[in-house]
């Protein structure tokens, strides 16, 4: 009965035609509250997710834990036995393959990353010895990856570059280069020495040194021939940028200039490649001035990149041919004006970023340093001894005496008498 008084209310209400004002709410009754918007407190999450490992955790319960733990040693005790070897039975490696693989599946389930590098190495030797070398190198991976979440990043680079060897023995040099890529980006990310050789090596895997032009610029020398074959993967190009933006973003242009010599042969090589070639042309002669050598970059630009007719009517030719000449003449703001050009302002960062160091005028092509020299101060000039009265006195008896003794070889030489040219014409008596 309330619901329907309630509806014949709000139909009067609403459509009543008289002219009587609606009773206003008592002062005594409550207005709701609004409802306000409470922010929601991100500090809260941050705190928790800092304090919280970045490890994958562990939702196995300790009994379903304990029985995975279990089955992984029952899974490496089988794979031992398979590859023992008695009187009349040999080691069985595809067998044991099998057991290991088990085994580190059950610790990965456990998040035991460290027992289960253990197993996928075991499993890639045991691949490698069958002859399965692109399972081998793949076991290799999973491997690099599970001491990459421990922070080995020396042993995630050891299992990367093995998985690199399988690939080889597989005939797949591209796959081959992005596992060597990421053995360096593994010594990279924890510091650890060997980087810049490890990255030249994967440029050098995807390709060699006999078709790189700058291979002269390596700054680590590689004991092989240098021979193999240029690598034409549908990644390596991309592979190849990222060597020449980590190279230049530390200011390693000899190595970035090597790489991206790699790089302009495999886009070259490319029937397809148009926009990607012509940026690698451009960053090449930006890498070139940045270097201070002139020189080269004109010659580079002139017998290499200008002989490509698709590359000259694009604004990347005639930007690093105004810059070259800019460079050549010391006109600085023509080096600033072409600074600010559209087409570098598209460029990647970390090369639009060498842009705007090149200078002109006292140092052509160089790039500011951080820390400027200091200049050389002059040496301080001696300093005159402090006049003395008595060293005054002895130089005027010495000027005085001087004069006199001038004044007297004068005397004697105008009582001298030399005669007439007429007189000694007169005394020659000719007949």
């Known amino acids: ?8 209310g709000a139909k009067n209400e609403l459509f009543s035609t008289s002219t009587k004002p609606k009773a206003k709410p008592s002062s005594s009754s409550t207005r709701p509250a609004a409802k306000t918007s409470s922010s929601y407190d991100y500090s809260k999450h941050a705190a928790k997710t800092s304090s919280a490992s970045s490890l994958p955790k562990c939702f196995l319960s300790a009994e379903a834990k304990a029985k995975k733990e279990k089955e992984a040693m029952e899974a490496r005790d089988s794979a031992k036995k398979a590859m023992q070897s008695g009187f009349f039975t040999s080691a069985d490696p595809l067998a044991a393959y099998g057991y290991y693989k088990k085994a580190a599946d059950c610790y990965k389930s456990t998040c035991d990353f460290k027992k289960e590098a253990m197993m996928r190495r075991s499993a890639a030797s045991c691949q490698m010895t069958n002859g399965h070398f692109s399972s081998a190198a793949s076991e290799y991976k999973l491997a690099a990856k599970c001491h990459s979440n421990l922070d080995d990043y020396s042993s995630s680079s050891e299992d990367y570059r093995n998985s690199g060897v399988a690939w080889t023995y597989a005939n797949d040099n591209s796959r081959c280069g992005e596992m060597l890529l990421e053995s360096a980006k593994e010594l990279d ?6 980087a810049a050789a490890a990255f030249e090596q994967a440029v050098e895997s995807l390709c060699p040194d006999a078709n790189n032009t700058f291979a002269a610029f ?26 020449v933006k980590h190279f230049v973003e530390r200011k390693q242009l000899s190595s970035a200039l090597y790489a991206l010599g790699a790089l302009t042969e495999y886009y070259e090589n490319d029937t397809d490649s148009t926009s990607t070639l012509y940026k690698t042309y451009f960053t090449t002669s930006i890498v070139q001035i940045s270097l201070g050598d002139i020189v080269a970059a004109e010659k580079t630009y002139m ?22 000449r800019a460079v ?33 005028g006292g140092k052509v092509g160089g790039i500011k340093s951080s820390k400027s020299k200091p200049k050389p101060t002059p040496a301080p000039a001696p300093k005159k001894p402090a006049p003395d009265a008595a060293a005054d006195d002895d130089d005027d008896d010495d000027d005085k005496e001087l004069e006199e003794a001038m004044a007297d070889l004068g005397a004697e030489l105008d009582g001298v008498d030399v005669g007439d040219d007429e007189d000694d014409e007169d005394e020659i008596d000719l007949t």
Request: glycine content about 8%; overall charge negative; aromatic content about 6%.
């Open 303 to 324: 017998e290499k990149h200008l002989q490509r007719d698709s590359y000259l009517p694009t604004d990347e030719c005639r930007i690093a041919e105004d810059m070259i």
């Open 1 to 8: 009965m309330s619901y329907r008084s309630n509806i014949t």
């Open 218 to 243: 390596r700054a680590n020398k590689s004991e092989s021939d240098g021979l193999g074959q240029l690598c034409t993967g549908a990644f390596v190009g991309e592979q190849l940028w990222s060597v």
């Open 189 to 194: 990310r924890g510091g650890l020495p060997g």
């Open 328 to 360: 050549k003449d010391f006109d600085s703001d023509k080096v600033e004006s072409l600074k600010k050009e559209r087409k570098v302002n598209n460029m990647d960062v970390f090369v639009r970023s060498l842009v705007m160091e090149i200078t002109s």
